[in-house]
């Protein structure tokens, strides 16, 4: 009994023996790279009903963001009503860059095919000219930031069993 009481406290001295000494400090840098867009002059503006839409925030968010990507989307807004089954979707756009059937069909394929169109309509857009936008000139900015992060360092100690033993047994 001794000898089962002796190993089941010097396994938990063992296990409990973990203790957490310094922390330390480390810094992380973070380097976020922004790359400038050629500005879009918009020459036309196109009107989608779009079924599928549970929200103008994540719904609308993965639609603007697909739209964008491309280069020639300038705008993107929404006539949204919770609980309506068709939105409409207006979208001003370079039409020397992008069609609006390419605009439809983006539009089809985002989230897996979440997103069903129907009617379309487009119209020119009034004061706008028609010529080429200047040549491209890409820059891109960097922003470093440091994050400070704390880490704990983990030590192990075993304690002195044998004092504590000695003091059973007697």
């Known amino acids: 009994m001794k000898y089962a009481l002796f190993i089941g406290i010097t396994?938990?001295?063992m296990l409990?023996?973990?203790s957490s000494g310094e922390k330390k400090i480390i810094s992380v840098?973070?380097?976020v790279v922004y790359k400038k867009l050629d500005p879009v002059h918009a020459n036309r503006k196109l009107a989608v009903e779009v079924s599928g839409m549970s929200c103008e925030h994540a719904c609308g968010g993965s639609i603007r963001m697909a739209l964008k990507e491309t280069g020639a989307v300038d705008r993107v807004s929404y006539d949204f009503k919770s609980g309506r089954k068709t939105n409409t979707a207006?979208?001003?756009f370079d039409k020397s860059k992008i069609s609006a059937d390419k605009?439809?069909?983006i539009i089809e394929t985002i989230n897996d095919k979440q997103f069903t169109t129907g009617k379309v309509?487009?119209?020119?857009?009034?004061?706008t000219s028609q010529s080429e936008s200047p040549a491209?000139?890409?820059t891109k900015e960097t922003k470093t930031s440091k994050i400070n992060v704390e880490i704990s360092e983990t030590s192990w100690e075993i304690p002195n069993v044998f004092k504590f033993f000695a003091h059973l047994i007697d």
């Open 11 to 13: 396994t938990a001295f």
């Open 16 to 18: 409990g023996s973990c």
């Open 29 to 31: 840098e973070k380097k």
């Open 90 to 92: 207006y979208i001003t």
């Open 103 to 105: 605009i439809v069909s």
């Open 121 to 127: 309509s487009s119209t020119d857009l009034e004061g």
């Open 136 to 138: 491209s000139t890409e």
